[in-house]
């Protein structure tokens, strides 16, 4: 049993493997943002396009996402706040950070996206980054 990488205590096969494989589909916002969190982790380019809503696609997404997923090793996700995206919910809001290493640096990704339904099923619509503030 291996952990899964969004840091919920199931391991991954009880976690969001089910998501990754369309076995299931996340009942909140939260879930879907844990999930895309551990296909960016897992460079699950496909199921990053997947969960992101189609309207919103630009030129050579698949290209863009594939880049950013192997870009980087995300190693921690910490949410920190979620409006809606409960189970009867048409919009969410989840607040997070997203740790990672590129190279032997050490980064941060502070966002705050922004999930809607499409086809009945949890999607990213977008996000806002905040500012990083180094010390
Ligand atoms: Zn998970």
Known sequence: MSA???GLKDPYSECCEPFHTKQTLPATAELLM?????????RLVDYLLYSHHPRQHGKNEKEKVKQAAEGVDFFRLEVLDTSQGQVN??????????????????????????FKRYQGRWV????????????
């Open 4 to 6: 899964c990488p969004c």
């Open 34 to 42: 844990r999930s895309r969190y551990s296909a960016y982790a897992l």
């Open 89 to 114: 919910d048409k919009i969410g809001k989840v607040e997070f950070k997203a740790f990672y290493r590129h190279g032997t640096e050490l980064g941060c990704i502070h966002e705050n996206s922004r």
């Open 124 to 135: 990213y619509w977008d996000g806002e980054l905040f500012e990083s503030v180094s010390d």
